[in-house]
């Protein structure tokens, strides 16, 4: 959740041209990042040192991935906004104000599994109606990902930038894939509970 918000928050500084606050934001991200690597590196060797006594240990592992790999798309949304910005290449107000739209929904799509993750004591039931509720919002991110991508597509931005903006909002709808894909695995690990 750290990672996503600290990404919500570079892309408000772009939004607002506010280079030094992208810059830290981006160290703050990289290093968000190593830790979660290191986060999954940690649970894979604990997975492997009980071995045979946890029958679902290969859905822990699953969902691990999962979620590590929404840390690695934050991670190039930051780097291509950052050197956006480093390069002095304009992107119109309405595809910054769509970024910024896309961007919280995406945030609120991993808010929708952190709760998810919550309900996991309390049974299967709770849980599927929670990942429910982070399917409703992946939903949501895949019309403003659309509206977006042909936005940026006609507008009359450079070539690098164009490529650059349509990157990063492909992470960013790629994020609530991944999200979504993690609050399945949840589903899963809510039946072996």
């Known amino acids: 959740v750290e990672i996503a918000r600290k990404v919500a ?104 599994l952190r709760e998810t993750l919550l309900t996991l004591n309390y049974g299967s039931p709770k849980v599927l109606e929670k990942a429910k509720n982070v399917e409703l919002a992946e939903r949501n991110v895949d019309d403003l990902y659309r509206g977006l991508e042909v936005k940026i597509l006609n507008s009359k931005m450079r070539i690098p930038a164009l490529l650059l903006m349509r990157d990063v909002i492909q992470l960013l709808e790629d994020t609530a894939d991944k999200v979504e894909d993690a609050a399945d695995a949840a589903r899963i690990l809510a039946f072996s509970i």
Do not use: H
């Not at 968000?32 to 679902?56: Q, S, Y």
């Not at 840390?71 to 304009?90: H, P, Q, T």
């Open 9 to 112: 928050q570079l892309v408000d500084s772009f939004v607002n041209d506010n280079k030094d606050s992208v810059r830290k934001l981006y160290g703050e991200i990289q290093t968000l990042g190593d830790e979660i690597d290191e986060a999954k590196r940690r649970v894979a060797r604990e997975l492997v040192e009980i071995g045979a006594i946890l029958i679902n240990r290969e859905d822990y592992l699953r969902f691990t991935d999962l979620t590590s790999e929404v840390a690695d798309f934050c991670k190039g949304v930051a780097f291509r906004l950052l050197e956006i910005m480093e390069r002095d290449w304009n992107v119109p107000s309405d595809i910054k104000v769509g970024l910024s739209e896309l961007t919280n929904a995406v945030f609120e799509t991993v808010l929708r």
